[in-house]
């Protein structure tokens, strides 16, 4: 599913129009990212959370030369699935 069937089948699910859902899913996406970006987790209870790890500076090697190169540190954003989710998956 992409972003465009995810904004029809919320539509269709609360029965807007496309527009309507559209608004929805961006807003729900733009808060979630600013969230992220503050550096806090969003908890959705029997879903899954959304939070920011760090990665430290690591040593790596450039492919084409061999050369070992820095890789500057960074965050990363992860989501870890709430246990209905996992259920809802596996059965």
């Known amino acids: 599913m992409n972003k465009n069937e995810l ?16 608004k929805a899913v961006n807003a729900v996406f733009g808060i979630i990212s600013g969230q992220l970006k503050g550096g806090k987790e969003v908890r959705l209870v029997n879903f899954g ?19 070992a190169i820095k890789i500057k540190a960074s965050k990363q954003p ?3 699935p709430g246990k209905v989710l996992k259920e809802a998956v596996n059965g």
């Open 78 to 80: 992860k989501f870890r």
């Open 7 to 22: 904004i029809q089948a919320v539509a269709e699910e609360i029965g807007s129009t496309k527009a309507d859902a559209e």
């Open 49 to 67: 959370t959304f939070l920011v790890a760090q990665r430290k500076e690591t040593t790596g090697r450039n492919p084409r030369t061999g050369q």
